[in-house]
């Protein structure tokens, strides 16, 4: 199955040593969503406004059933601070089979640690196509929040 990873889990990002999993390319949302950074620790969110924000870019990967359940682990889905809902992506060139598959992606929740803003007061911030580099200045990392 697939996994649409967007944020701190991608190559080069500061999770990526936690992301478990095969890369397959990079890929991009069939449909608009909100990505986000607006907490203190600058962590970004997709919001499930389905048909608002951008098309988002980011990056696909394959995994098993005992690996989602890490990242649904690592990604505080008990606690709520993410969900998981299938969406499409769009696999872009490098991707030995191109096309429209479907994957896991990770929403914000209503849960989590007293940093996680709603996702009101986060939809207000600015929408984004693509993660980068430049977030991750303001990204506090879990085990120094």
């Known amino acids: 199955m697939f996994v649409f990873i967007y944020g701190t889990l991608k190559r080069g990002f500061p999770n990526h040593e936690f992301m ?19 907490t203190r620790m600058g962590v970004p ?26 990242l649904d682990e690592f990604e505080a889905v008990q606690q709520g601070l993410y969900f998981r809902e299938r969406i499409q992506v769009e696999q872009l060139v490098d991707a030995p089979k191109q096309g429209i ?15 996680a803003c709603d996702v009101d007061s986060l939809f207000r911030n600015q929408h984004l ?6 977030y ?10």
Not at 46 to 63: A, H, T
Not at 129 to 134: A, G
Not at 136 to 145: A, D, E, G, V, Y
């Open 20 to 38: 478990q999993g095969t890369f397959q390319s990079e890929a991009l949302t069939v449909e608009q969503y909100p990505l986000v950074v607006g």
């Open 45 to 70: 969110f997709l919001l499930m406004f389905p048909g608002q924000g951008k098309r988002v870019k980011g990056e696909l990967y394959m995994v098993n059933e005992t690996q989602l359940e890490y």
């Open 101 to 115: 598959v479907e994957a896991w992606a990770y929403f914000r929740g209503t849960g989590g640690p007293y940093w």
């Open 129 to 134: 196509e693509e993660y980068t580099q430049q």
């Open 136 to 145: 991750t200045k303001n990204f506090i990392p879990r085990n120094q929040r």
